[in-house]
């Protein structure tokens, strides 16, 4: 399900940054009234603006709820325990002390 969901947002997002990208700067405006292929374009000399500006608000708010329902889901996916939690202590290692004279070669 995380995988789906995360997939998805990938696409929701490459779409979403499409559709800003088409969109025309409010400085286009001026150049369209004076005939510069307005009536040229795919939604017609008023369609286009208000067809992106729907369908970038509607990607917009998917983008925002995929955000929020991926966060909820990642957040209790961690471990609970940390790290530090199984280091142990080395034992020294002691070298060994001969107790008797038997012990030591060539000793006797």
Do not use: C, H, W
């Amino acid at each position: 399900m995380y995988e789906i969901l995360l997939i998805a947002y990938l696409i929701v997002a490459l779409i979403l940054i499409g559709f800003i990208m088409i969109q025309q700067g409010k400085g286009a405006d001026m150049g369209a009234s004076f005939g510069a292929g307005a009536s040229n374009t795919v939604f017609g000399s008023s369609g286009s603006g208000n067809f992106l500006t729907r369908t970038t608000a509607i990607l917009a708010v998917v983008f925002f709820i995929l955000s929020l329902v991926l966060g909820n889901l990642s957040s209790g996916n961690g471990d609970t325990k940390s790290n530090f939690d199984e280091i142990e202590v080395p034992v020294e290692e002691v070298p060994a002390v001969p107790t008797n004279d038997s012990d030591v070669p060539g000793g006797n």
